[in-house]
T-cell receptor
Framework: TQLLEQSPQFLSIQEGENLTVYCNSS?????LQWYRQEPGEGPVLLVT?????EVKKLKRLTFQFGDARKDSSLHITAAQPGDTGLYLCAGAENQGGKLIFGQGTELSVKP | DAGITQSPRHKVTETGTPVTLRCHQTENHRYMYWYRQDPGHGLRLIHYSYGVKDTDKGEVSDGYSVSRSKTEDFLLTLESATSSQTSVYFCASGGPPNWFSGNTIYFGEGSWLTVV
């Protein structure tokens, strides 16, 4: 069974601070995805990383896929209250259609 | 947004009764998924489908069954609901798992189920 461990589970910071969320596994994934979820809604895809060592940027968000394709990180620069939400990583298995999620990181950015 | 809808959105049911949740998508996606979301567990995969009448188990499939008789519909049935199945259920759909082409999975808005 492929498992994804996400850390930290909860993060409360002040506006303007930087933060990093980690997503780790002992398994290799064909790709990793990051989602953001608002209360009462379904998750929305932010980015997909597919190549070991790949780095993608989305405005103030930087996503990295580990060289061995077992882990990923999400770094937010100068966090804003609008970044508040639940961030989820998800790994796609090498064969088949399973998409497995981590436990999520609840981020709160206070003004 | 992809056309993916779940019904019912909210339901309260009694222990021991069967419950069916419906997921409908209008994007002709091949893959469909059912997840449950509980505090501290993120999203856990219950079952998924890779085509009409083709389904497979996920991480937490015990007590759940699924059916997919048409591309657009994926049904999740709780055969005999228990209090431990009180949760928020999310359906999702997407193209083939050719993640290299950046296929996206789209989620429904969730179904809140309470088993009393």
């Amino acid at each position: 069974t492929q498992l994804l461990e996400q850390s930290p589970q909860f993060l409360s910071i002040q506006e303007g601070e930087n933060l990093t969320v980690y997503c780790n596994s002992s398994s290799v994934f064909s790709s990793l995805q990051w989602y953001r979820q608002e209360p009462g809604e379904g998750p929305v895809l932010l980015v997909t990383v597919v190549t070991g060592g790949e780095v993608k940027k989305l405005k103030r968000l930087t996503f990295q896929f580990g060289d061995a394709r077992k882990d990923s990180s999400l770094h937010i620069t100068a966090a804003q209250p609008g970044d508040t939400g639940l961030y989820l990583c998800a790994g796609a298995e090498n064969q088949g259609g399973k998409l497995i999620f981590g436990q999520g990181t609840e981020l709160s950015v206070k003004p | 947004d992809a056309g993916i809808t779940q019904s019912p959105r909210h339901k309260v049911t009694e222990t021991g009764t069967p419950v069916t949740l419906r997921c409908h998508q209008t994007e002709n996606h091949r893959y469909m998924y059912w997840y449950r979301q509980d505090p501290g567990h993120g999203l856990r995969l219950i079952h998924y489908s890779y085509g009409v009448k083709d389904t497979d188990k996920g991480e937490v499939s015990d007590g759940y069954s699924v059916s997919r008789s048409k591309t657009e519909d994926f049904l999740l049935t709780l055969e005999s609901a228990t209090s431990s199945q009180t949760s928020v259920y999310f359906c999702a759909s997407g193209g083939p798992p050719n993640w290299f082409s950046g296929n996206t999975i789209y989620f429904g808005e969730g179904s809140w189920l309470t088993v009393v």
